[in-house]
């Protein structure tokens, strides 16, 4: 079974830094989600990556692939960027517990 | 195309009563999934179907479920419900590397 890890749980940032939320995962995999939560539940996903790096706006994931790693970084931060983050391995259907982001104006 | 629907999305239970979680999609995807989502904890996959007719079991199955007797419909079915079946309830369909969740169900057991 594919152990998925994520750090911080929790985190608060003023408006305009630079957010990071790292993921890492026991069993080599092909592809790795990250997907955004909002208050009031509804879950989106943000990126499926299976190497490198992508960008969507302020938002850039990459993974390793030899180090069973991923990060999630958010520039310039937001308050509408307050959300749960959630890596997710989409092979076995495992998740990591998520991480509470906290943007303050 | 409606995408996901889940339904209902709050409600009260009382210990020992059965209810059927419903989910639809409309994206005619063969692998569709529940799981439920406690504090502190990742979802958590409940059962899955990669097609009509065939289910199977994830890691918290015990205590529900599930059929799927068309492409569309995956229900999910709480036999007798107890305390610590109190959770959130998310309804997935899966193309290839792509998952798109329903809204959510709020499930409270007293």
């Known amino acids: 079974k594919n152990e998925v890890e994520q750090s911080p749980q929790n985190l608060t940032a003023q408006e305009g830094e630079f957010i990071t939320i790292n993921c890492s995962y026991s069993?080599?995999?092909?592809?790795l989600h990250w997907l955004q939560q909002h208050p009031g539940g509804g879950i989106v996903s943000l990126f499926m990556?299976?190497?490198g790096k992508k960008k969507h706006g302020r938002l850039i994931a990459t993974i390793n692939i030899q180090e069973k790693h991923s990060s999630l970084h958010i520039t310039a931060s937001h308050p509408r960027d307050s959300a749960v983050y959630i890596c997710a391995v989409i092979d076995d259907m495992r998740f990591g517990a998520g991480t509470r982001l906290t943007v303050k104006p | 195309n409606a995408g996901v629907t889940q339904t209902p999305k709050f409600q009260v239970l009382k210990t020992g009563q059965s209810m059927t979680l419903q989910c639809a999609q409309d994206?005619?995807?063969?692998?569709m999934s529940w799981y439920r989502q406690d504090p502190g904890m990742g979802l958590r996959l409940i059962h899955y179907s990669v097609g009509a007719g065939i289910t199977d079991q994830g890691e918290v199955p015990n205590g529900y479920n599930v059929s799927r007797s068309t492409t569309e419909d995956f229900p999910l079915r709480l036999l007798s419900a107890a305390p610590s079946q109190t959770s959130v309830y998310f309804c997935?369909?899966?193309?290839?590397?792509?998952?798109?969740f329903g809204e959510g169900s709020w499930l409270t057991v007293v």
């Open positions: 997935a369909s899966t193309s290839g590397n792509t998952i798109y």
């Open positions: 069993v080599g995999i092909s592809a």
């Open positions: 990556l299976s190497s």
């Open positions: 994206m005619n995807h063969e692998y």
